[in-house]
């Protein structure tokens, strides 16, 4: 059971962002790739949790992912903030 | 547990609100402050939820990975973004690889479900680790920017592929001990993660980046399966289906299909060859001061900005002449095709950087019924995006690709630095057209000498 709520779960997902990621305009895809990569730092979540299993090998694999992540999810959001920034009218 | 998950659909929903609001250049700034704001929530969560942490291990590895994110993000030139996302595209799938190798030896595991979910997040995040990085050093420079090819490629792809399948199939079935084709599924993903990118070339990048974006969503959304975690389903899903739109609108914007984008290999000599029919072209080259006079009697100008102008970092230069060309009562616009620059929307970002207000900027659509009432079209280090032969010629390798119709504006001045051909390795006819002038030159200087000239009229 547990299984197909998960699958239900995902595939709806996959729905949302077709139908929101269309609308966003050609002007601002560089940001929408830079967001979405800061999104995918997400993995930091399974890091944090991977530090604490799969023992002395889990760990240093963890920290390592937990760096990955870290960077992602910073310089992600940063980097499309500072980009974002600079869109102005006239 | 039940508040984590309460947490991780809050966070989820936050994503999903802030990628809503970049619809509009007005609320987008603020739709990734909310994104931001749900990928705290979703970190507090976990931290605070799962219990017997080592919180040393984690607050030194987010310090780290802080900085280096930090670091890049306030030093990134915007002619540099494609290099950028590449990494971090690499930075994702690499940490869902690792999470889910991780997970590998966690003793505590191994229903086959897991297993395969787990072998299936490896694969995917080590080839989008690999592939990323492949495609930095490309767009960096560290390695040539030319496809890579060699005999028997596509059969070594192959071979790799079926030694994939069957080290995955052995990872998940293979009983007691698998560690030794687990190291081999890891190995021979990091190596597939190489050969399907080098024979790309450079102005394929935004296929690639974009597809490379996708998977690192996917490895995300594998993890989660392997966690059973809903917000890095929900995310994971959300940038996988991100990544692929973009993959999807670059490819038709060469009008090519995926396929032949990863397999293809197009830009080398020999695909071209053929083509030298030896039809001399008569070309007409004009100095800056000449360029000026005819900006001077013109009254509707539209600049097409092409990857030259980003080598040339023309972009504030390029805004300084629109500046003066609008104070002298000319309208400006500026014609973006979506496969402009090394990534998607890469000329928006550079021109947003040098103040020219996003209105300005028009895509394909909007702007080739433009083109038929214009003056002038400035067209700056593009060379493709504006070939006419696609329109017409069959057997151009680009025909059939959506092209700005610079050639139906009265006057067409293009700036290249010489008359080499573009990426597709083909000369383009409308520079011989009667109502072309070639104004050779670096972008950036050529533009800064047809200011000094147009002040001077």
């Given at each position: 059971m547990e299984l197909i709520n998960i699958f239900t779960v995902f595939i709806l997902a996959i729905f949302v962002g077709f139908?929101?990621?269309?609308?966003?305009?050609?002007?601002?895809?560089?940001p929408l790739m830079s967001g979405s990569n800061a999104i995918s730092g997400i993995a930091i979540v399974g890091a944090i949790i991977a530090t604490q299993v799969g023992g002395e090998i889990g760990t240093w694999l963890g920290l390592i992912a937990v760096i990955f992540a870290t960077i992602n999810v910073v310089g992600g959001f940063m980097v499309t903030d500072r980009m974002l920034k600079m869109f102005k009218r006239k | 547990m039940e508040y984590t998950n309460i947490a991780y659909v809050l966070?989820?929903?936050?994503?999903?609100?802030?990628?809503?609001?970049?619809?509009?250049?007005?609320?987008?700034?603020?739709?990734?402050?909310?994104a931001s704001i749900g990928m705290l929530i979703a970190i507090v969560a976990t931290l605070v939820s799962y219990g017997h942490l080592d919180f040393k291990i984690i607050i030194i590895g987010m310090i780290i990975g802080s900085i280096i994110g930090a670091f890049f993000a306030i030093k990134v030139q915007m002619t540099q973004m494609p290099q950028m996302v590449a990494i971090f595209n690499g930075f994702g799938g690499g940490a869902s690889a690792l999470v889910a190798a991780a997970e590998y030896f966690n003793p505590a595991n191994p229903s086959t479900f897991n297993?395969?979910?787990?072998?299936?997040?490896?694969?995917?995040?080590?080839?989008?680790?690999t592939g990323s990085f492949i495609a930095f050093g490309k767009l960096q420079g560290f390695i040539s920017g030319k496809p890579i090819v060699f005999p028997g490629q596509k059969i070594l792809n192959a071979l790799i592929a079926i030694c994939l399948v069957l080290l995955g199939t052995y990872t998940v079935m293979g009983g007691s001990d698998t560690t030794y084709y687990f190291y081999g599924l890891v190995t021979l993903s990091a190596l597939i993660g190489i050969t399907l990118t080098i024979p790309i070339g450079g102005a394929d990048m935004p296929v690639v980046i974009s597809l490379l974006n996708s998977y690192s969503g996917v490895a995300a959304a594998a993890t989660g399966f392997v966690l059973m975690n809903n917000g890095l389903i929900i995310s994971g899903a959300l940038v996988g289906a991100s990544g692929l739109i973009l993959t999807n609108i670059m490819c038709k914007g060469m009008n090519r299909s995926l396929t032949n984008v990863i397999f293809g290999a197009v830009g080398l000599v020999q695909e071209t060859s053929a083509s030298g029919d030896g039809k001399q072209m008569l070309v007409k080259s004009a100095s800056t001061e000449e360029a000026a006079m005819i900006l001077d009697a013109a009254d509707k100008i539209i600049i097409v900005p092409g990857y030259g102008l980003a080598v040339a970092q023309a972009q504030h230069a390029v805004r300084e002449v629109a500046d003066f060309l609008e104070a002298h009562g000319k309208k400006v616009l500026y014609a973006i095709h979506p496969v402009a620059g090394r990534m998607p929307g890469h000329m928006n970002v550079l021109l947003a950087?040098?103040?020219?207000?996003?209105?300005?900027?028009?895509?394909l659509d909007q702007i080739n019924p433009e083109f038929e009432d214009c003056d002038v079209a400035?067209?700056?280090?593009?060379?493709?995006?504006?070939?006419?032969?696609?329109?017409?010629?069959?057997?151009s390798p680009i025909y059939g690709m959506p092209i700005l119709n610079v050639d139906k504006a009265k006057t067409v001045l293009v700036n290249k630095?010489?008359?080499?051909?573009?990426?597709?390795?083909?000369?383009?006819?409308?520079?011989?057209?009667?109502?072309t002038l070639m104004v050779f030159g670096d972008a950036k200087a050529t533009l800064t000498d047809l200011l000094k000239e147009l002040k001077e009229l």
């Open positions: 139908e929101i990621i269309t609308k966003v305009p050609p002007t601002l895809h560089t | 966070s989820a929903v936050l994503f999903i609100l802030g990628i809503k609001r970049l619809s509009s250049p007005k609320t987008a700034r603020s739709g990734n402050t909310v297993a395969a979910t787990i072998a299936i997040s490896v694969f995917v995040g080590t080839l989008t680790f950087e040098a103040n020219v207000p996003y209105e300005q900027l028009k895509d400035i067209v700056l280090g593009a060379n493709d995006v504006v070939n006419p032969a696609a329109r017409h010629d069959k057997s630095r010489t008359m080499n051909p573009g990426f597709a390795g083909i000369q383009n006819e409308l520079f011989g057209f009667d109502n």
